[in-house]
């Protein structure tokens, strides 16, 4: 399994921006389809963003987009989330995961088709 470690959390105000990192290792990056996901405190995990190997983008929840960017650098091993106009809705853990491609996955914006998960970031919008 690739092993993963989300960075960038952070306490900040309304309307300010943070991009979050997840480093990647263990395994060849580029085998594994990405993404980010977040559970706010006494509430379940929720889809917020995936991204193919190769960079395509799959999609975004909608309470996120127009505000929030996965990408990725395959030659860094690093996902990104790029995260503007925050809001204190947006509270909550981020974790990214990965999904293995040959795994054959359909639909990525499920928890069950990730093989490996990141022990999160915490993320904090203050009004």
């Known amino acids: 399994q690739v092993q993963l470690v989300e960075s960038g959390g952070g306490l900040v105000q309304a309307g300010d921006s943070l991009r979050l990192s997840c480093a990647a290792s263990?395994?060849?990056?580029?085998?594994?389809?990405m993404g980010w996901f977040r559970q706010a405190l006494g509430k379940e995990r929720e889809f917020v963003a995936a991204?193919?190997?190769?960079?395509?983008?799959?999609g975004y929840a909608d309470s996120v987009k127009g505000r929030f960017t996965i990408s990725r650098d395959n030659a860094k091993n690093t996902l990104y989330l790029q995260m503007n106009s925050l809001k204190p809705e947006d509270t909550a853990v981020y974790y990214c995961a990965a999904s293995l491609r040959s795994n054959g996955w359909l639909n990525l914006r499920q928890e069950v088709a990730y093989d490996s998960w990141g022990q999160g970031t915490q993320v904090t919008v203050s009004l």
């Open positions: 263990g395994r060849t990056f580029s085998d594994y389809h």
């Open positions: 991204i193919r190997w190769s960079g395509s983008i799959i």
